[in-house]
Every structure is written in structure tokens, then in C-alpha cells.
């Protein structure tokens, strides 16, 4: 039996009872591709289920708001996932009569889909014969073969996509895609891998020749880029407090958060008099209540965030029309996970 056919075997036996694994809507299949790019099956699962409820299909999915959207998204990360989804659900309703395309070419067209989700779709819900390549394809492809070439390269890139070409079922293309991804996430794991329980054990190049720690290739590692967030959490009467939306392109875009001074440091007490919108505050109507520091790790990213607590008597001093005032209580502004979890907790 052939590696094809002996990973479908296995897969047919073995899947996971995932909520999306038994449509063929690609609507479900889109969303479902979207929230796994970045993110564990286990918790994606949850996200997966309040995203599909209340927005059951791409007409209702476009005609939401932004912030509806990234309100069910927080906490998931990576936002602007969010923010394609909902461009593209537009798009597909206005340009294309609300009927998503139906090959691998024209669903690259689309913004936030990429070859392999594009593959993933075409595959599973059009059985179109592409390959879906990630991660967990490269992985089990690389030891099975013995592709000893670092995975930053193009050499190895274009070994994985040639492999993948050949040994992808013309019958089950979609069963072979969700197959191999499933093989590498819960088998041929990138450690401790259950070689043991593995059908492919006594031909698998890696297996045999003591390489199962080594491929793939591992590459550098990227050097996180170190930020420094200063944030004020304003209290004014009635449980109001300030808040800001991000609206450059950078991390959290379009989500709120509280007003923010970055720099190369945390800041000290004694340097909040330096803060340019702090500089109209009355000294008698300012309470320092206290600061909490956080550490915040992104794939690309070290947040060292400090949360300064003020009490305010008023908010006079406060002009700038890019602030916003609301009750502390009001969860219909998307945070930061990070923020929220500060507010539900002070």
C-alpha cells in the first residue's frame, strides 16, 4: 500500500470529530481555515462555534459591523484575520452575487486567502486536487522523504510542493489535505512525536536514520522586537473611563484601548508629568490609585506594558476628539485580551 493510501486509511479511522470536518459549505470550511492559520484546534473550537452563530452566513457576515466582528474575535489574536474576513464577505456579496468561488485560482483573488487555504477549500468543498500546505505537511513530508534542506529555503519549499503534487489523492483530495494536516498536528508532532503507533515507521527516512530531532531544519530564529507600553487607566465619576481606538497599522488595529505613551521604557511615577495630555490636569483633581506591569508575548513581539491607575474628578482637560468616554463595564468596545482581562479585574 502506498503512502497515499495508507495516510487515508489512517485518517478515515482516526480523525477528530471537529465541528467543520463534516461540511462541505465553504462558507464554514472559509472560517474554520481562517481561525486554525494562527491557532490551536482546541481553541479555535469555541471562536469556531460563536463565530458561525451569530453570523450564519457570508450575507450576514458582510452586512455586520467591524467591531461586532472583532468583539467575537478578541482574544484570539493576529486581528487582522478579523478584519480580511469581513472585507471578503463584503466583497463576495457585492461583486460576486454572495457565491464564493469554486477553484483554486480565483479563491486566491480573494484578500486573506492564501495557497493554502485557498488549496484547503478548493480541495475539501470543490475536490479540486491541490495540495494544502502548512507547517504540519512540511513536517511530515520532510522526515517521510528525508528533505534535509533548512525550510526558509526555496529548495525546500519547492521539494515540499512537488511531493505534495504527487502524492495527493486524484479520487479524495480533500480527505488526503485534512489527512496529512491531521497526521502532523496529533502524530508526526514537531516534538515528542508518536513514532511508535506510526503506520510509516520502517520506511520513514527520518525514523531510520535517527532524524526524527533533526527535520526539518529548523530556522533562525527571529530576534523579538522589544516595545514598552504606558498605559493610563483614567477613572472619572460614575465608573467612566477613557479609551482610544488603534488606527495605525500595526498590532490590534481598529480595536480600543486605553490611552497610550509609548517609548524606550517603562515609566516612574515621577515622569507622568511629562505626558503631554496629562499636562492640563489639576494636581488636587489627580489620585494615583496604582499600577500594575505586565509582560505580553506576541510571535514577532515582547510587550512590556505598565497600567497606571488615575482617579480623575473631572475631564475637562480632555479635548482631543480621539478619546472616548464610556462605562467601565461596557464589553461592547473590542480590546486587547490583555485590557480586557485588566478591566474585568480592577
Keep these: ?10 485518517y478515515r479511522s482516526n480523525k477528530r470529530d471537529l465541528p467543520w470536518r463534516d461540511s462541505k459549505d465553504p462558507y464554514k470550511i472559509w472560517i474554520s481555515e481562517i481561525i486554525l492559520q494562527q491557532t490551536r484546534v482546541d481553541q479555535g473550537i469555541p471562536y469556531y462555534f460563536n463565530l458561525i452563530r451569530q453570523f450564519p452566513n457570508i450575507q450576514v457576515l458582510s452586512e ?27 466583497y463576495v456579496v457585492q461583486q460576486l452575487n454572495g457565491k464564493f468561488p469554486c477553484t483554486y485560482k480565483s479563491l486566491m483573488d480573494l484578500k486573506g486567502i492564501g495557497p493554502y487555504t485557498a488549496a484547503a477549500i478548493a480541495s475539501i468543498c470543490y475536490n479540486e486536487s491541490v495540495p494544502a500546505i502548512d507547517g504540519n ?81 529548523k530556522k533562525k530564529q527571529i530576534k ?51 505626558i503631554s495630555f496629562l ?4 494636581q488636587e483633581t489627580v489620585v494615583l490609585k496604582g499600577r500594575k506591569d505586565f509582560i505580553h508575548q506576541l510571535s514577532h513581539q515582547t510587550l512590556n506594558i505598565r497600567i497606571f491607575t488615575i ?4 475631564s475637562d482637560f480632555f479635548s482631543e476628539k480621539e478619546y472616548t468616554f464610556v462605562n467601565q463595564d461596557d464589553n461592547s468596545y473590542p480590546f486587547p485580551r490583555i485590557i480586557e482581562n485588566f478591566l474585568k479585574t480592577y
Design 64 to 90: 455586520a459591523s467591524e467591531q461586532s466582528i472583532l468583539n467575537v474575535w478578541k482574544g484570539l489574536g493576529y486581528y487582522s484575520r478579523a478584519r480580511n474576513i469581513h472585507y471578503t464577505a463584503k
Design 224 to 274: 523579538k522586537k522589544m516595545r514598552f507600553f504606558n498605559y493610563f487607566h483614567l477613572v472619572l465619576p460614575n465608573n467612566m473611563i477613557v479609551i482610544k481606538k488603534r488606527l495605525k497599522e500595526d498590532i490590534w488595529k481598529n480595536l480600543w484601548e486605553l490611552p497610550l505613551v509609548e517609548c524606550d521604557k517603562l515609566l516612574d511615577y515621577n515622569e507622568l508629568k511629562t
Design 279 to 282: 499636562n492640563g490636569l489639576h
Design 137 to 217: 505537511v512540511s513536517r511530515v513530508i520532510s522526515r517521510y522523504y528525508g528533505i534535509e534542506d533548512a525550510v526558509s529555503t526555496s529548495v525546500f519549499k519547492r521539494k515540499i510542493q512537488l511531493i505534495s503534487e504527487q502524492l495527493i489523492s486524484q479520487n479524495a483530495p480533500g480527505d488526503y489535505n485534512q489527512a496529512v494536516m491531521e497526521y502532523g498536528a496529533v502524530i508526526c508532532k514537531p516534538l515528542a512525536p508518536k513514532c511508535e503507533i506510526c503506520p510509516f515507521y520502517d520506511s520513514c527516512f527520518a525514523f531510520q536514520n535517527n532524524k526524527i530531532t533533526i527535520l526539518p531544519k
Design 311 to 314: 482617579n480623575l474628578s473631572n
Design 1 to 10: 500500500m502506498n503512502f497515499s493510501d495508507t495516510l487515508l486509511r489512517w
